[in-house]
Each structure stands twice: as C-alpha cells, then as structure tokens.
C-alpha cells in the first residue's frame, strides 16, 4: 500500500506540469521573410545601373546636332545669305504645295445681283495658279467692301483649290446731289454709284452737303405721314443743320434746326395748312417755334405776309 502510495503522489506531478504544458496558448507563428539573394539584388541595380546611363548618349547626340545647326545659322546671318537661304526654302516649299494641288483654281462670287462680278474679281486681287495658303484673305475682304453696292463681304479658303466670296448689297434708298453731280445712296449714306438724271426717279431726291449722312430720319418720319409724303418732290439740307422741303405743287416748307417733328405734326392736323401746301409757289415758314409763317415766293399785288399760330 505505502509502494503504491509513493507511486501516485511521483506519478501526480508529472501530470499536472502535463496539463499544465497541454494549456498553455499557443504562439503565433511568424511569417518566415523572403531574403533576396545577393546574386538578384546585384542583377536589380546593375539593370537600374544601365537605364540611367542609356540616356547620356542620346543627349549627347542631340547636343551635338543643335550646336552645329545653331554655328551654321550664326555663320549664314554674319555672312548675310540667311535671307536668301530662307527665301529659297519657302520657294521649295511653294513649289511642292503647288505640285501636290493647294492651287487656287476656281473663284466663286455669290450675290453679285447688282454689282459687277467682273469688278468684284478685279478688286479681290486673287489669280489662278496662286498658291491658295498665300491669299491674304482679311485685305481680299477689305477690297471687296470698299465696293460702293458691297455691304458685307466674306473670302473664305476651301481647300484645296478653291476661294469662295460671298456678298451682302445695299439697298438703294435716295438719290443725293451735291455740286450738280447725282450720287444712288444707302440709308446709312453711303455712297454706292454715280448715277444720271433719269435713273432711280422713284427714290427720294435730296440736296446739299452732307444730307446724305441726316436724310434719313427726315425720310422715314415723312412716309408715315400719308397726307404729305406722296406729295414730297425733293429735301434740301440748308447750312449744315436745318431741312427745306419742296413739293410738287411748287410749296415749300422751312423746319427749324430742333423740334421739326412737332412742326409737322402741328402742319399735318391741320387742313387749312394742308390746302395752302396745295398751291404753287407758297412757302410755309416754321422756323419758329410755336407759329407758323406763310408768303409766297413771288408775291402777286396785293398779297402780303401773314402769320398763323
């Protein structure tokens, strides 16, 4: 009994320390690192070596190939052919363009209705056989307006042989004389042509330098105005500041410098005025504001001036 006594309390420990190694936790197991060898870290820098110093002979080319074009340049400008060499190159340059197709072969003129396509050519200043990249199309534009019919003007470049012109005309709408020479304008006054005595009768007739810059807001006010407007035959800016006009019965109304709408809507509302415009040689004076004045320009016997308010 005592034999086996020993024993268990010999055997107890062992147990115990072997329950107790059984529980204790376990420890995580480090990853095990990849070394690289030395063999394939020196292959990795002899490679990055070799891309850093791959570059130094193309840049030494390059360095090489602008020094000599910049000592050749240098050299042509001290020696004063540099200009001839670049006048040579863009010559080639235009040969070779021509030789490919950018020749200017066809013009087209669109909206010539009134204005001669021979002129519009003339002035453009663009040949056939040109080169098409050489138009300067800006001063072409230019010309072409310069035209007296030419409101708008636009010179476009479509390739490869072809320059398109497309114009915008004026309107006639008077007939100015000035210095006994008769002159078709626009409403803006400009002057579009030259013109004789019977062409364009039925547009408005205005006299005097510098009407043709003033006549239109005078004229268009008169078309409103249907008890006068049919009978207008002619207007005449008077010292720079003032308008006359003349009827075709041979009346003649003076408006003042300022205010003359007042004065003819005063004249127009009135039908006794407008009787009076019906006579030859009777000249309505409403210069001052307010009241008008009526005389006849060659006075019969008996008859005077008078006034109406």
């Known amino acids: 009994m005592r034999l086996s006594r020993l024993r268990s ?50 840049t030494v080319f390059i360095g090489i190939v602008s020094g000599l074009f910049s000592t050749i340049l240098l050299g042509l400008w001290l020696s004063g052919h540099l200009g001839d060499v670049y006048r040579v190159s863009q010559t080639y340059a235009q040969t070779q363009l021509l030789n490919a197709g950018f020749g200017v072969k066809h013009i087209d003129i669109s909206g010539a209705r009134l204005s001669s396509e021979a002129e519009v050519r003339k002035v453009l200043g663009v040949e056939k056989g040109e080169l098409v990249f050489a138009v300067d199309l800006k001063a072409a534009r230019e010309r072409v307006e310069s035209l007296g019919w030419v409101h708008k003007a636009s010179v476009t470049r479509l390739l490869p042989d072809r320059i398109a012109v497309v114009i915008s005309e004026r309107t006639p709408f008077a007939v100015w004389q000035n210095q006994r020479r008769l002159s078709l304008i626009s409403a803006e006054g400009a002057r579009i042509s030259t013109i004789s005595k019977n062409q364009y009768s039925n547009l408005p007739f205005i006299v005097g330098a510098g009407a043709q810059k003033q006549a239109a807001s005078l004229l268009s006010d008169l078309a409103t105005r249907r008890k006068i407007a049919n009978n207008v035959h002619s207007i005449i800016w008077i010292s720079n500041r003032r308008w006359n006009i003349n009827l075709h019965s041979g009346a003649q109304i003076l408006l003042p410098a300022s205010q003359w709408q007042q004065a003819l809507d005063k004249l127009t509302r009135s039908d006794e005025m407008l009787k009076l415009l019906e006579l030859p040689e009777v000249v309505v004076d409403a210069r001052v504001a307010g009241r008008f004045s009526i005389r006849f320009m060659k006075r019969p016997p008996g008859k005077s001036k008078f006034m109406m308010s």
């Open 9 to 58: 309390r010999k055997a107890s420990p062992k147990r115990t320390n072997q329950t107790a190694r059984t529980n204790r936790p376990r420890r995580a197991t480090r990853p095990v690192r990849k070394t690289v060898s030395s063999k394939a870290r020196n292959w990795l820098h002899a490679k990055a070596r070799s891309a850093r110093l791959g570059h130094r002979p193309r």
